[in-house]
């Protein structure tokens, strides 16, 4: 039988791939997985990483504007449960606890060292959408972060997204992690407290809660780690921050559910990169509201990424970023890290 040059070279590049990604991507040529039989529900425990924080804007809008309540025709409740930090829900999702998280992909990458069955399937926010900022009283001495060397640096917690991004920004501009003296603020929660009363002297913080902090004069910007290009700049090379993340069990066990969820969270993200900021803020509850929620939205939408696709290069990149700072074992096998099945079916109209 003769083969195709076509059929031939798609040979070639699947036997060099790692066999779950060949698994994957076999499955991903006809994957439609069937609804729940009549009669049967579902209930999804659905994560975020932040208590009333845009950086999960894309959880939120889903939720509050009825993107999730639509599933329940599907036989779908969502139930989505806040969590002070990354730390947390990704303990609880290596638990059991949940079954899916909107979290940072470095949070991804340290369970998956430990042997956590932890999996990306959709990219949603290709920046670290977060904001360094420094003490107003300290700005005339700071005004890089070469500045910073001898002061206390603030994040959500150890291991954490912020944390590691804050390690990644020292070293770009050349402060040594033991010229730093790194704190935990204790969650989205303890960001403004922690700053009000000069518990850290610089703060790597939302852009929510860092635009509030300038905006009240009790700090200003010091680096903005939010735009593709300082992600170019700091990096060197593309970046996956807050995505929805499961498990490859949870994938296989309900694919459906994972679909259908995967499929409202990008309905809702299409609807925000197409509404003012100011109409989507409006859907958010009273906890949201505060002055910086505004421009939070709108960064937060431009900075989507409108497709979803994860490139497994970045993954490759991400994991030698997450090895240089010590902060993830080596023998990661990237591919083993992602699954683009679903958000391929989003993208064919599932």
């Known amino acids: 039988m003769l083969i195709s040059g076509q059929s031939l070279r798609r040979r070639t590049l699947l036997s060099l791939l790692p066999a779950g990604l060949i698994a994957r ?15 049967q529900t579902r209930t999804v425990r659905l994560a975020v990483g932040g208590v009333a924080d845009v950086t999960h804007l894309a959880v939120w809008y889903a939720k509050y504007a009825g993107y999730f309540d639509a599933l329940k025709a599907d036989g779908i ?41 932890v999996v990306l399937i959709d990219n949603i926010l290709p920046t670290p959408v977060f904001l360094v900022v420094v003490r107003k009283d300290l700005a005339n001495t700071v005004k890089s972060v070469k500045d910073v060397k001898g002061l206390s640096w603030g994040f959500t917690s150890f291991g954490s997204a912020s944390h590691v991004v804050s390690l990644r920004v020292a070293k770009y501009f050349g402060v040594e992690q033991s010229a730093v003296k790194w704190l935990g603020v204790g969650g989205s929660t303890g960001f403004l407290p922690a700053m009000r009363e000069k518990r850290v002297d610089v703060l790597t913080t939302s852009v929510m809660t860092g635009t509030q902090l300038i905006q009240e004069g009790s700090a200003v910007l010091l680096q903005d ?34 679909l259908k969820v995967t499929a409202a969270v ?19 509850p009273a906890e949201f509201q505060v002055d910086s929620l505004v421009g939070a939205i709108d960064l937060t939408a431009k900075a989507f990424a409108p497709d979803g696709e994860i490139p497994l290069s970045t993954v490759v990149a991400m994991i030698k970023d997450m ?28």
């Not at 991507?25 to 009669?39: R, S, T, V, Y």
């Not at 609807?271 to 859907?283: F, G």
């Not at 700072?325 to 079916?345: Q, S, T, V, W, Y």
């Open 323 to 350: 090895t240089d700072l010590k902060l993830g074992k080596g023998g990661i096998e990237p591919a083993d890290m992602i699954d683009n099945r679903f958000i391929h079916a989003v993208q064919a109209g599932a």
């Open 266 to 284: 990008r309905k809702a993200i299409k609807t925000v990169r197409a509404t003012p900021p100011e109409t989507v803020a409006k859907i958010l």
């Open 77 to 117: 409740t969502v139930e989505v449960t806040p969590f002070g930090g990354g730390s947390e829900w990704l303990l609880a999702l290596a638990s059991g606890r949940v079954d899916m998280a909107h979290g940072y992909f470095e949070n991804a990458v340290r369970a998956h060292s430990q042997g956590r069955d």
């Open 225 to 258: 780690v939010t735009s593709e290009k300082a992600v170019d700049q700091i990096y060197g090379h593309p970046y996956l921050g807050p995505g929805m993340l499961t498990s490859h069990a949870y994938c296989e066990q309900e694919p459906f559910v994972v």
């Open 25 to 39: 991507h076999a499955l991903a040529q006809d994957f439609h997985p069937a609804p729940l039989p009549a009669g």
